[in-house]
């Protein structure tokens, strides 16, 4: 953990709203009382999301003048019901696997029924044949949530690192925002 910071949250943020401004990083840094090296950690990566979230902001409204009034209401709708579906997915992973742990739990405490010194018997075959079929439950629910982290790799890897951004919730998943890690 490192040491504290000289400057408030406030100050902070009254310097990255001044570099996105356009003024110079050493200016800054000098008014600050703080090293250039420091400025330019805490603000590089959020500058340049900051700068493509913006550009990306112009683009969208550059396209969306270009389309009619019922085609920009039929693309704000569609934009709406993206947003819905990621929201419904993401829930749906997040009770999935819930479901999948309460299940594997059960199972998990169904194994003290099961006799090791004759396996073979009635009551542990009974045992075994109820973990196994809570097991495949619980496999079955978490599928959503498995699948969402299997397409998102990448991005879990990057998070895992310590990586350049951390995503919000599970938006980054279908590409939204992600919060810059020094935010």
Do not use: C
């Not at 703080?34 to 913006?54: D, L, M």
């Not at 009770?95 to 090791?116: C, F, M, P, Q, W």
């Amino acid at each position: 953990m490192g040491r504290p910071s000289k400057l408030t949250d406030a100050q902070w943020e009254a310097i990255g709203k001044r570099l996105l401004a356009g003024e110079s990083t050493s200016a800054l840094a000098r008014e600050f009382g703080v090293s250039k090296g420091a400025v330019s950690s805490r603000f590089s990566k959020r500058t340049e999301t900051i700068k493509a979230v913006a550009n990306q902001l112009v683009a969208t409204d550059r396209a969306m003048a270009n389309l009619n009034v019922s085609e920009q209401m039929a693309a704000r709708s569609l934009a709406d019901d993206l947003k819905a579906v990621s929201e419904h997915l993401a829930s749906a992973a997040r009770y999935g696997s819930a479901t999948a742990h309460r299940l594997l739990a059960v199972a998990h405490g169904n194994a003290a029924k099961i006799d090791e010194a004759d396996p073979m018997n009635a009551g542990s075959i009974e045992a075994m044949r109820g973990m196994a079929a809570m097991t495949k439950l619980a496999n079955d629910s978490s599928e959503i949530a498995v699948n969402l982290l299997r397409a998102n790799k990448d991005n879990i890897e990057d998070l895992n690192r310590g990586g350049k951004d951390v995503p919000a919730g599970l938006d980054h998943f279908y590409g939204a925002s992600t919060i810059p890690a020094d935010a």
